[in-house]
Every structure is written in C-alpha cells, then in structure tokens.
C-alpha cells in the first residue's frame, strides 16, 4: 500500500504579473489526495479481495480467476449455485437426465450449434435472473465451459440439498465414462464454497466474509450490439462489493459535487444499495481517437461506501473514487481514492 499526501503552495505570482491572471484562471487548482491506493495486481488476471480501515486499504488475498468453476452459497439463507464467472464460465442446458446419453458428439453439436449458453454476471447476482443455474435442482444434466484452454467442457448434474450440504455429478468430456460425485459442506464465516474440477475438490477462493469489502475482478457483462435492445456478452473487469456482508454503496454522480466536499451529512442525502456490482466498472471511460490512454477515468463517479465493523459493532462510512488505471504504463490497475467519513 501506498499513501501519497501532496502539498500544494499557490503564491501570488499575479500580482506582479498581470498578464498571465487569466492563464492562471483557466487551470484546475491541484487538490489535496487525503489517501490512495493502487490495485497490486491486473484486475482482467487476478482477483484482489481489499478491507478498508480508518487510515489504510489492506488486500487481504487474492485468486487466480481459473482456480474455481463453482461457488456453493454458504452463509447466506438462499441456496444459489455459481458458474465460474471470473473465467468466463458459461454452461447450456441439455434436455437430458441420463449421464449414458450424455456423449462428446452430443457436447460438440452444442458447442457449434446452440445459443442457448449462458453466464453468470456478478455484478447482478442479486437477483436471481442473472444466474445461469436458477433451476439447477431440476436433476437435468449441463455442459459447462470453464473457459480455459484445455479440459474445458463438463457434465454437471445436481443431485440433491440438505440445510447443509449440496450433492452433484460431473464429467470430463474428456472421459464420460469417469463420472465422479461430490457433496458440498456449507461453511459458516463464507459467503460461498469453491470447487474446482481440476483439484476435484474445494478450494480456498475468498477470505471469510467479515474480512473483505470489495472484489477487484474479471467477469463477463453485457455489450449492447449495434442492433439496438440486442446485447452480446463481452470481458470486463471492475470492483464488487462484499453486499453479502453487509457493504452498501450510494452514488454520487452529480458533477457538481466535488469529491472533496462529500462529508458524513451525505450518508442521508442518497440511498445506498446492495447491488454487487454497485461500483462495477461504469468508472471507466474510453479514451479519445489517438490518445495513449484506453480508458479515462470519469471525474463524475463518486461513491459513499457503507460497512459494518463487527469490530466496534458500528457503521463504518467512506467516500472513494477511482482516479488512475495504469501502473508502470500498463492498464487494469486502478488507482482508489478514498477517505474515512466516520462511524455510527
């Protein structure tokens, strides 16, 4: 982590020199950075879990986006099954609840055929819709795509749930014939389980819920086609909240609000939301024909972040925006800007 404070002093130049008052008028007056931090690690290869303290943003761990293909919802109340969305998992439906009738020829006509694959886009994980396994109790058999380059497309088949544990099947489409079966344990403290085909078990992914605040992360979205109302899905990467955990987000996108005016008055002047992808990646703007930049960012997205700190039994509230997205020259590593408001 790196906290930068720049201090500005504005000497009075004009009045010896009349002639360069109105140059001086028309540029920006540098501004104070309370704190910042720059995202470690290209948030299209990795995944960064931060937790925001009064004074400083500590990432707390991190995760190859190729390291899961399933999330199990865990702590929560509801029974939500993920496809590996920071991959680029998709998965299809195939009308079949036999695993004898599930064959590679079957897999391939899929594969060049249907259009019925989806994904799942975490930003809107709320709600059930965005979720590609919303029947997945139905017992009928999928075919996934990790989206990774070798051993890519599986079988799944859902078999049973209790309060506490999930049970499936799955299948290379490799080697149909190797079926294996797993359960899956809720685990307190998580938001979800992660399991990976590779390991052919759960693997380590998020931090416990209670120790992270936002998500640095790829993901697919939705990319509106130049047939209007017709959208196709496309890789982006952007922050998520830890919404499960309670992280509330309000924004403030008034362009006449500056960032430095933003106080703790404002936590009851705008309304907070538990969208995942409240921050998302709508801070983004693509740079002008013949910058050197591909993205600008938009000086017009300011956020009020919401957390509880189970620490002090209180409300933690902090304003952020994100300010820069290169390091070292390079893209997708963004560049935060933040400040403790205070607690209640």
Known sequence: MKNHKILYAIFLSSLLFPSCLKDIDLEPIPRTIEEIFTVEYSIRRIQSFYRFYENTVI????????????????????????????????????????????????ILDLIEKSNDWTFDDPSYINTIDSVSLRNWEDGEIYIQSRGVESDNYYAIQFISKTDNTYTFKYASAK??????????NRSTGFNYVYFSYAVNDVVPVEP??????????????????????EYSPYSQS???????????IARVFDPAIAFENIGLSFINEYEF???????????????SVGSENLYTMDPDKKYIMKKYDYETDKDMYFKLQIVDYKLNGEDHYPTIEFKYLGSK
Do not use: H
């Open 208 to 229: 416990p819920q209670r120790d992270w605040d936002i998500l640095c992360s790829p993901y697919l979205g939705w990319w509106e086609t130049d047939i209007p109302g």
């Open 59 to 106: 990432e707390v761990d991190t995760a190859l986006p190729s390291s899961w293909d399933l999330a199990f919802e865990s702590a929560g109340a509801g029974n939500r099954v993920l496809i590996g969305w920071a991959s680029s998992s998709t998965i299809v439906k195939t009308g079949i609840i036999n695993f004898v009738e599930i064959t590679q020829d079957l």
């Open 273 to 287: 939301t538990d969208m995942k992808g409240a921050i998302g990646s709508n801070w983004k703007l693509l740079g």
């Open 238 to 248: 952007g922050i998520l909240i830890n919404n499960e955990y309670g992280v509330r």
């Open 175 to 184: 080697s149909l014939d190797i079926i294996n079966e797993v359960t899956i």
